[in-house]
């Protein structure tokens, strides 16, 4: 009883403390696991990522356009291919990018690691890639919010 007594003031002790520090969360903090970039342009990808904001900032993802995270250099990638996938910039500098950027943050949610373990097998990463490809490429169709220009249609 005695040692339980103690038990329970320390550890009310260490949570009063660890209540009087001053808040460390910034909006220049980097996040601890990584930036989930997405093109801001899109209202799919913007309206997607968005409703995920929560379960990812809880697991420590920042979130941020591709636009403004290759004005700012936190992204390094050419102009060209900036819009081309969403990615993921590890804490170590590594970019995860499309369906692997999926993966990358299903491992690191515990609930989502089923999905992680099964697309990471090889037959099934290939269907979560080609998935991810043809969604990627038809984005403008499934979502009317989504910029993105219509193919050019040759009249003959």
């Known amino acids: 009883m005695r040692i ?3 038990w329970l003031a320390r550890h009310r002790l260490q949570g009063q403390s660890n209540s009087m ?3 460390q969360k910034s909006e220049s903090a980097l996040p601890f696991k990584g930036w989930v970039l997405y093109d801001g342009n899109c ?3 913007f309206r997607w990522v968005h409703f995920w904001k929560k379960v990812l900032e809880r697991r420590g993802f920042g979130l941020k356009d591709l636009q403004s995270a290759s004005t700012d250099g936190t992204l390094r990638v050419s102009q060209e291919n900036l819009l081309d996938d969403i990615r993921v910039v590890t804490p170590s500098g590594q970019l995860e990018s499309g369906a692997n950027a999926y993966l990358y943050v299903a491992r690191r949610i515990w609930w989502a690691w089923p999905f992680y373990a099964i697309f990471r097998l090889p037959g099934c990463n290939w269907i979560l890639w ?5 969604f990627n490429r038809n984005r403008y169709r499934i979502s009317r919010h989504c910029p993105l220009p219509y193919p050019a249609i040759h009249d003959k």
């Open 21 to 23: 520090k001053p808040d």
């Open 43 to 45: 209202g799919f990808c």
């Open 4 to 6: 339980r007594g103690r």
């Open 130 to 134: 080609q998935g991810y490809r043809w």
